[in-house]
């Protein structure tokens, strides 16, 4: 079952799960939700194939004038973007660059963004001010996990399925091939998590 046991308070979680550094993220996390450290794993893999620092959004929805401001502002520091068809992914080398993508994006009232290996949207600004966490910490990948587990925990609350719950991580319940994609993953993670489960330690993209 991937269903979550209980919704615990965002802030105690960001407590308990730093206390030793050394376990698993992953399972930590799962453990605390009553999600399936796979599937946070498998979400993680689809959403950003564990770039702990790239930054995305829907670039149809930029006006022209903040494409071109965003082409200028990304060709004068060196930071790489490309275009996956709707969606525009920039990523940056280290958190640094990623911070300054993340403050260009948000005082020149760009459309909503992801962030981070679980590319948590902007729009959960509120539920982020309320646990003391700027968009900035979402650059840590054990911080940015853990507010994806939460999100997703709350998704499980409001959808009978477990279909509907992960569509609604991504933003859109029906007709949306995105839950297609996350048990694809979590089907390859299968076999190899049960012969060796440090594979799901979180490590530095190549």
């Not at 509120?126 to 999100?151: M, R, T």
Request: proline fraction near 4%.
């Amino acid at each position: 079952m991937f269903r979550f046991i209980v919704l615990l308070c965002l802030p105690f979680l960001m407590w308990a799960a730093q206390q030793n550094q050394g376990e698993n993220i992953w399972v930590k996390v799962g453990q605390i939700y009553g999600i399936e450290p796979r599937l946070l794993y498998s979400i993680a893999k689809v959403e950003s194939d564990l770039d702990r620092y790239v930054v995305a959004f829907t670039a149809s929805k930029m006006t022209p004038k903040q494409a071109q401001d965003l082409s200028t502002f990304l060709k004068q520091r060196g930071i790489e973007s490309k275009q996956y068809s709707q969606v525009i992914a920039i990523k940056s080398k280290n958190k640094y660059e990623a911070s300054h993508v993340v403050h260009f994006l948000y005082t020149n009232n760009y459309p909503r963004f992801d962030m981070g290996i679980m590319q948590i949207n902007s729009i959960h600004k509120p539920l982020l001010d309320k646990a003391n966490i700027s968009f900035y910490d979402l650059f840590e990948p054990k911080i940015n996990i853990q507010v994806g587990a939460y999100i997703l925990a709350t998704c499980f609350a409001k959808h009978k399925n477990n279909k509907d719950a992960i569509n609604a991580y991504n933003g859109k319940i029906n007709d949306n091939p995105y839950s297609a994609k996350v048990f694809a993953e979590f089907k390859k993670l299968y076999s190899s998590y049960q012969k060796d489960k440090t594979k799901l330690y979180y490590r530095d993209p190549s």
